[in-house]
Nanobody, 116 residues
């Protein structure tokens, strides 16, 4: 079993920044894909950004140019740097790590609230 612990969420004003972290209990060097998802009340969970084992990244259109996903294999941690936050970015943000046939795991979520 792999534990993922997210941190870094909070309340921020529109235009502000936050950096989310997701620390894994297993070496992420063996992970094929790591991603950040979010779910707002009454809405489905959606992919925000993901990064592969070779460093390729993908972002949903609404966060391109504002969010950056990165990974630090030495620290077994994946990050989501968020700038120019908007009220519509408000959601519970989840980390996901895919270890291939060793399984896919989710964190417990960290709340991001963008409000003045």
């Amino acid at each position: 079993q792999v534990q993922l612990v997210e941190s870094g969420g909070g309340l921020v004003q529109p235009g502000g920044s936050l950096r989310l972290s997701c620390a894994a209990s297993r070496n992420i060097g063996s992970a094929t894909v790591m991603g950040w998802y979010r779910q707002a009340p009454g809405r489905q969970r959606e992919l925000v950004a993901r990064i592969t084992d070779i460093g390729s990244t993908n972002y949903r259109d609404s966060v391109k140019g504002r969010f950056t996903i990165s990974r630090d294999n030495a620290k077994n941690t994946v990050y989501l740097q968020m700038h120019s936050l908007r009220p519509e970015d408000t959601a519970l943000y989840y980390c996901n790590v895919d270890y291939g046939h060793w399984g896919t795991y989710w964190g417990q979520g960290t709340q991001v609230t963008v409000s003045s």
